[in-house]
Structures are given as structure tokens and as C-alpha cells.
């Protein structure tokens, strides 16, 4: 069989994938961030929004600094043991870092830290996969908040719809979303034009660490099991 001589990509560029050079890194830049911060913080976070974080960390990168990378490579740069701990009790902030965390460090008293924390609260429209806050339902008829022009689209978000004289009409009842269930992309999508946002993107403290103390926010989180 003749070898095809048809056009074939080529890629003349290649991305080095992060590798021992970017975990010796991070952990480099937390150990050296150590010793210019008195106080550190284990964070959550539900719902990110990379551009909205952004912009709440450059609010404090006067007085602050946050990490966000592998739990793993952050728990060697804090220490895994009291043995190989970074600074005393520091391992129990590295046992924390499991699951959606981030550290963060900062000379910001601990009242302004917790006040600010517990103020910022971003409303942001749901991706895919995330649970329905609450029953979306439209009812057959017009809908007006929709030129013409949206007919194709509405209709491949599985809306039963058609145009009546130049106005999209629904032709019968549809249920966009259930509470409780992972929206669909379909529904992700409809829920974006009719303007309803069911993710909040919040940042939760879970400990603190200072030369003095340790203290854990919140009730029932176990050290003895974690990593």
C-alpha cells in the first residue's frame, strides 16, 4: 500500500509539563515567604472563579500572600511531621491541606484577616455538574426577553419552543433544572441567558497558625486521619 503523502500537522513548539523544577519551586517560595509572614492560614474554596480570586488577592498582596498548587508539595514545604515541621505545630496546618485548600500567609491582624474572609462572597452563573439551588421551571408561552434570532439556539438547549409571528413561544411547560441535581450543560446554558446564578464562589478559613498558637474554625475537622 503506497504511503498517503497528504498535509500533515506538525508541531514545532512543545510544553514542558511541570515537573520536579516547579515542586522544588513552590516549596522553595513558601519557605522563604515564611519568614517574612507571622501568621498562616488554611483556606477552602467552593465554586472558583479565577479572575474574581485574582482580583481578591491583589487587594492584599501588600500584606499577604496566598498559595495555590499540589496539597502534597505544600505539606513537605510546611513539614508532614512534627520531625521535619517548618516552624513549631506547623504540621498540623499541613495536615489541613486536603481536597479544594490553599494557604495563606499574611501580617494582618487576625480580626481584619477573619472580617475579610467572612465578608467576601462572589454570585457567579453554575458550570456544568453543579447542584441546582432550587427548581428552574418555564411555563408554555412567549417569551419576549428573547429576539427571534435565539429560536435555534433555545431549541438545542432542549426547549420546546417555536416562533409565532416573529416572537419565540415556549409550546409547553419545561423544567430547566430540579434542586439538588447536577445541572446538564442544556441547563447550565439556559440558566446563563435568563440571567439566574446559583454558584457563590466563597473562601472559608479553616485554621490558623502563629508562633504562639494553632487554632482550627469550625467544628468536626479531625487531624488524626488526614494526610
Known sequence: MPISKRN???????????????????VNAI???LDHYKTAYVFTFENMRNQKFKDFREQLNSSSRF???????????LGRSAADEARP???????????DTGLFLTNLPKEEVERIFGEFEEDD???TGTMA????ELKTGPLDQFSHEMEPFLRKQGLPVRLNK??????????????????????????????????????????????????????????????
Not at 8 to 26: D, W, Y
Not at 67 to 77: C, E, H, I, R, W
Not at 133 to 136: A, Q, R, S
Request: charged share 30%; aromatic share 6%; proline share 2%.
Open 166 to 227: 416573529g416572537v419565540i413561544e415556549l409550546v409547553s411547560d419545561h423544567v430547566v433544572c430540579e434542586e439538588g441535581v447536577p445541572l446538564s450543560p442544556e441547563a447550565s446554558h439556559v440558566l446563563r441567558i435568563l440571567g439566574v446564578k446559583m454558584a457563590t464562589f466563597k473562601l472559608n478559613l479553616m485554621c490558623r497558625w502563629s508562633e504562639d498558637e494553632f487554632e482550627v474554625y469550625g467544628e468536626g475537622l479531625d487531624l488524626s486521619d488526614s494526610e
Open 89 to 99: 505545630r506547623m504540621h498540623k496546618l499541613s495536615k489541613l491541606l486536603r481536597g
Open 125 to 127: 452563573f453554575a458550570k
Open 133 to 136: 439551588t432550587e427548581k428552574i
Open 8 to 26: 500533515r500537522e506538525v508541531t514545532l513548539s512543545k510544553t514542558k509539563k511541570k515537573g520536579r523544577a516547579a515542586k522544588e519551586s513552590l
Open 67 to 77: 498559595f495555590l498548587g499540589s496539597n502534597k508539595v505544600m505539606q513537605v514545604a
Open 31 to 33: 519557605k522563604e515567604a
